[in-house]
């Protein structure tokens, strides 16, 4: 069984530049939640996906979007970078939206904005 | 809204040591689940345990173990006999328990850096 897998590990933007994160579910996984991550502080929720359908939202700006294809895998999109998007970007799956379900997560993106 | 406090930032001790780690959490639900991720240097988060609100029995896995007070609103990780590979970024979360409209989305605390020297 796959594990959760994100593309690219390292990604280096200046800022006003437009980003694309990108995260691969594990298998029958039709969940996916993204979190960011600053330096020596915790994850931080953005949005999370359900089916297609944006299924709540943590307080990040409109510039940070995302979608979910029919193979449950997402992208996470960011607009107009800035210098404080600076993170780890670290996705998660799991089987279904309940918090029963257990969230796995995948190695996350380091986004270093300059 | 949900908070989770990590008041210890780092803790270094000598392998063989035991060390707990403090959570403290704050919601108006009255259902809800804690947890606690371990994140080595890789980045990923591992997920250690999962407690729901209505079992405040304590759990023991191995060398680790847990006490949950809902009295205080702690959930504390204890490390018996620690090793070297204990050495990680510790999280607790709180996420609310499911309910019409409800995700799953987490709530962490800013973490503790354990470093178990040799």
């Known amino acids: 069984e796959t594990g959760v897998t994100q593309s690219p590990t390292h990604l280096i933007k200046t800022r006003g530049q437009q980003v694309t994160l990108r995260c691969s579910s594990q298998?029958?996984?039709?969940?996916v939640s993204w979190y960011q991550q600053a330096l020596g502080q915790g994850p931080q929720f953005i949005f999370q996906?359900?089916?297609?359908?944006?299924?709540g939202r943590g307080n990040f700006p409109p510039r940070f979007s995302g979608l979910q294809f029919p193979n449950y895998s997402s992208e996470l999109n960011v607009n107009a970078l800035e210098l404080d998007d600076s993170a780890l970007y670290l996705c998660?799956?799991?089987?279904?939206?309940?918090?029963?379900?257990?969230?796995?997560f995948g190695p996350g993106t380091r986004l270093t904005v300059l | 809204a949900q908070k989770v406090t990590q008041a210890q930032t780092e803790i270094s001790v000598v392998e063989k040591e035991d060390v707990t780690l403090d959570c403290v959490y704050e919601?108006?639900?009255?259902?809800?689940?804690l947890f606690w991720y371990k994140q080595p240097p890789s980045g990923e988060l591992v997920f250690l345990i999962r407690?729901?609100?209505?079992?405040?029995q304590n759990e023991i896995s191995g060398r680790y173990s847990w006490n949950f007070q809902k009295s205080t609103s702690s959930f504390n990780f204890t490390i018996t006999a620690s090793q070297v590979v204990d050495s990680a970024v510790y999280f607790c979360?709180?996420?609310?328990?499911?309910?019409?409209?409800?995700?799953?989305?987490?709530?962490f605390g800013k973490g503790i850096t354990l470093s178990v020297r040799p």
């Open positions: 998660a799956s799991s089987l279904g939206f309940s918090s029963y379900n257990e969230q796995f």
């Open positions: 298998s029958g996984h039709n969940t």
């Open positions: 407690r729901n609100s209505f079992d405040e």
């Open positions: 979360a709180l996420s609310e328990m499911e309910k019409a409209g409800a995700n799953s989305k987490l709530t």
């Open positions: 919601t108006r639900d009255t259902t809800y689940y």
């Open positions: 996906y359900y089916r297609e359908e944006e299924n």
